[in-house]
């Protein structure tokens, strides 16, 4: 039996029997009522809105290994707060997958990590900070969302020592991803992208940081950082040629129509120190 007042609700809410198939089997129509009442009342949503967070919740304490058959986990006590903190757990596995993914495909490539450190740097504007395992660079593609996520093409130039991927930080905001880098062995710097692969006019001012960062990098290069160098630059020259010779183009934010071989000469920094 379904109490009127719990019909009425329902009804006034506009929430159907079907909106609620994936907790009926733990919980009766006036506990759903309840609870999701109760929810609304700390949230700023409406019961009906929360239902969606409610089985996005659920759905991802099972992909977890939760017991989502335990009143503490499906009735859960502030529901937005965990629904949130899951979604966190959720990014962080799938780095975890994904950096494994990598180092498994590429190895070796967690040493050079680990031998990145002579490449930082900091002043009083800027910093420059060495990556210290994949997850890292994982998570800097994840915040910037640019191209680090999707290609391999980056891990494969960084197991082979022909370029590294560094991060560029303000000094008052160094947990804060800002600008990625690709540099050769020798400093050179390719590349430079925040959000979704864009160079915004603040890079100007970190340029000039760039060259004070080279300038001192050049006295801590050994010999076969030299060697790894003189390749890096051979491979970036051919690659270069091959994308102005197949006439290759970028359809992305800011860059429609352009030539990639233009994009990748014009952001090139060479370290002439």
Not at 40 to 58: F, R
Not at 98 to 123: H, M, Q, W
Not at 198 to 207: C, F, L, S, T
Request: aromatic letters at 8%; glycine letters at 4%; charged letters at 40%.
């Amino acid at each position: 039996m379904i109490k009127d007042n719990v019909i009425a609700w329902f009804s006034k809410w506009q929430i159907c029997p079907e909106d609620l198939l994936f907790v009926l089997d733990r919980m009766s129509p006036e506990q759903m009522k309840n609870y999701l009442e109760k929810q609304a009342e700390e949230s700023e949503k409406k019961p009906k809105e929360l239902i969606g967070t409610w089985k996005d919740y659920l759905g991802m304490a099972s992909k977890l290994g939760m017991d989502v058959k335990d009143p503490i986990i499906y009735r859960v006590r502030k529901l937005e707060k965990r629904h949130n903190e899951l979604v966190q757990l959720m990014i962080e596995k799938k780095l975890d997958i994904k950096a494994e993914e990598i180092t498994e495909k590429f190895p070796g490539i967690e040493n050079v990590c680990e031998n990145l450190r002579k490449y930082e740097y900091s002043d009083h504007t800027f910093k420059i900070l060495a990556p210290r395992n994949i997850k890292d660079i994982l998570e800097e593609g994840e915040e910037l969302q640019h191209c680090i996520i999707g290609k391999d093409t980056y891990f494969a130039r960084m197991a082979k020592q022909e370029s590294y991927l560094l991060f560029l930080r303000k000094k008052n905001a160094p947990q804060k991803p800002y600008y990625t880098l690709e540099v050769e062995p020798d400093g050179t710097v390719r590349q430079k992208r925040t959000y979704f692969d864009r160079q915004n006019p603040d890079i100007k001012q970190a340029e000039k940081f760039l060259l004070r960062w080279q300038k001192q990098l050049s006295r801590k290069l050994n010999k076969e950082d030299k060697i790894l160098a003189l390749k890096s630059r051979d491979l970036r020259k051919r690659e270069i040629e091959d994308l102005r010779e197949k006439k290759v183009k970028v359809n992305g934010f800011g860059f429609t129509g352009k030539l990639l071989a233009d994009i990748l000469e014009e952001d090139l920094m060479e370290n002439a120190a």
